[in-house]
């Protein structure tokens, strides 16, 4: 029998069993079709060639994990986990335009929730209020960092060459702001949870 004629069910199980080669059966049989379905959707090769890789990451953990039980569908069940991933970046650029158009950033301007009731749509405000107070105390440099990687949506390439910090020292900061941010609202009680 040759390897064009193997079912993909059956190649999916090879794989289960330890044949990696079988992966790679399944991957060139369906990559092209699985890259162009991702390409009419976002329409720049870079953007498609990341989440088709993304794709099969989740795919294989996916199968690693046991989660495959689509019994002989898999083209529909990896073009599903594209079809979720496309629509996940879409949700994230969708996310970024609503901060990047506002010049005074809005952390929770990402939570827009039209349903929010007056409670709510208070404690919204306090938990607003409160983590722009937290932010000011953080240290400048940390505050800095913060601010361009997620009021203006900078890469930690672009911070640290306009900082002129290595990029492992903006990631630094980054991660020593959140982590001062997490401290602070515990030393001063603040609830930065919505709900």
Known sequence: MSLNNISDKILVSQYLNGENSSFEI???RHKSRIFAFIMSKVKNRDLSNDIFQDTFIKVINSLQKGKYNEEGKFLPWVMRIAHNLVIDHFRKEKKMRMIRSNSDFDIFDVL?????????KLVKNQVHNDLHILIDLLPNDQKQVLKMRYYEDLSFKKISELIDVSINTALGRMRYALINLRSLSEKHKIDLQIN
């Not at 827009?112 to 709510?120: F, G, V, Y």
């Open 26 to 28: 399944l991957l060139s």
């Open 112 to 120: 827009k929730d039209n349903s929010l009731n007056i409670d709510e």
